[in-house]
């Protein structure tokens, strides 16, 4: 029988400039068997992009109704809360509905699914205003596929954001995009 996860550790030391954080974390992640080597990448940039002392990650793929990533605050309420390649807009849209104040981010290296995303939330009939809010970002996916190529199950990274930039260095190579954030597009008329 196969095991259901295989854990990996990572060493990242970030430094998110305009944010002003500059940490080193040791960060271990359980890549369940169904999850692919680029998704499990992108959860992990997500946790550098997203950065909260409080952020953990969630099952993954594992459990379609989880984050990927979440952290909440002392009485167990979602203050923030991090899909990757979410492709169900009612499920953000009842997220922040049911949770007012959370901050929802959805990370992506597809536009094709980023794109459908957008195209299901200008399809909503009920949007709360905070939807607004809502943080649709999409890296390279020539870099996530990069950093997916390794199969060591211990990495260091030096994460760096500078404003719109992700670099990533490993192995003393050097791994860059421009971090785009989409706005949500306006409702559709009916």
Known sequence: ML???????????????VRGIDRVRNVIVERHRLETDEHLILRVL?????????????????????????????????????????DDADRLRKMIQH??????????????????LLAQLAELKRRPPELEALGIWTVDA???????????????????????????????????CPLQRTSLPPPERR
Request: charged share 25%.
């Open 142 to 176: 020539a870099l996530v596929g990069a950093l997916a190529a390794r199969d060591e199950l211990r990495q260091r990274w030096a994460v760096t954001i500078v404003e719109d930039h992700l670099y990533v260095e490993h192995d003393g190579r050097t791994v860059d």
């Open 46 to 86: 997500a946790f550098c992009i997203f950065y909260d002392d409080e952020l953990r990650f969630g099952p993954g793929p594992a459990a379609r109704e989880a984050a990927d990533l979440w952290a909440r605050d002392a009485t167990g309420k979602p203050t923030v809360w991090v899909d990757v390649d979410a």
């Open 99 to 116: 949770n007012r104040g959370v901050a929802v981010h959805v990370l992506f290296a597809d536009a094709g699914r980023r794109d459908a």
């Open 3 to 17: 095991p259901t996860a295989t854990a990996l550790q990572f060493r990242i030391a970030l430094s998110h400039v």
